[in-house]
């Protein structure tokens, strides 16, 4: 079963704006409904591996938007090792190789930290509608498709992320 739907948090970002997002059943953007049937797929034929299943022919033009990270042996952060131009534009920063927390302020990272690891130990998908907000004006609205993945070395887990914003 897809990951509960969760109460809306937020998250302060800077004045004036914060982040308001919740966990959704199901995505409604078109290409993150894309991503995740195509990792449905993969899964109901055993598993989803990064270097055999992404890149690959069916979500190439998603990769823009898809990142890849990797759960250190404690658990303590997320290595990137793989940010599309949509994640590295999100960060305004080259983010392939450096690690999670880097890029986050400290209660915000934990968050997302214990989502993606939240992810791992299910085994289920995570979608999260997001929305940058000032006041009750919408800034920026995304989703977010959080998926747990097989390493190239066939015995780690990885988390695969895919950020798809709204027009």
Do not use: C
């Given at each position: 079963m897809p990951f509960q739907v969760a109460a809306t948090q937020m998250i302060a970002l800077m004045p004036g704006l914060r982040e308001d997002f919740v966990a959704v059943a199901e995505p409604s953007h078109p290409d993150a409904r894309k991503l995740l049937d195509y990792w449905r797929a993969r899964m109901a034929e055993g598993s989803f591996v990064v270097g055999?299943?992404?890149?690959?022919?069916?979500?190439?033009?998603?990769?823009?938007?898809?990142?890849i990270y990797e759960p250190l042996p404690d658990g303590s952060d997320l290595r990137v090792r793989l940010a599309g131009d949509?994640?590295?534009?999100?960060?305004?920063?080259?983010?392939?190789?450096?690690?999670?927390?880097?890029?986050f302020p400290a209660a915000e990272f934990e968050?997302?930290?214990?989502?993606?690891?939240?992810?791992?130990?299910?085994?289920?998908?995570?979608?999260?509608?997001?929305?940058?907000?000032?006041?009750?004006?919408?800034?920026?609205?995304?989703?977010?498709?959080?998926?747990?993945?097989?390493?190239?070395?066939?015995?780690?887990?990885?988390?695969?992320?895919?950020?798809?914003?709204?027009?």
């Open positions: 055999r299943d992404i890149p690959a022919r069916p979500i190439a033009k998603l990769l823009r938007n898809l990142a949509a994640i590295r534009t999100r960060f305004d920063a080259i983010v392939k190789g450096g690690m999670l927390s880097e890029f968050q997302h930290l214990e989502g993606a690891l939240g992810v791992l130990r299910s085994g289920e998908p995570r979608i999260i509608d997001s929305r940058l907000m000032r006041d009750d004006v919408v800034e920026l609205h995304l989703e977010v498709v959080v998926l747990p993945v097989t390493a190239p070395d066939l015995a780690g887990r990885w988390v695969l992320v895919g950020v798809f914003y709204f027009d």
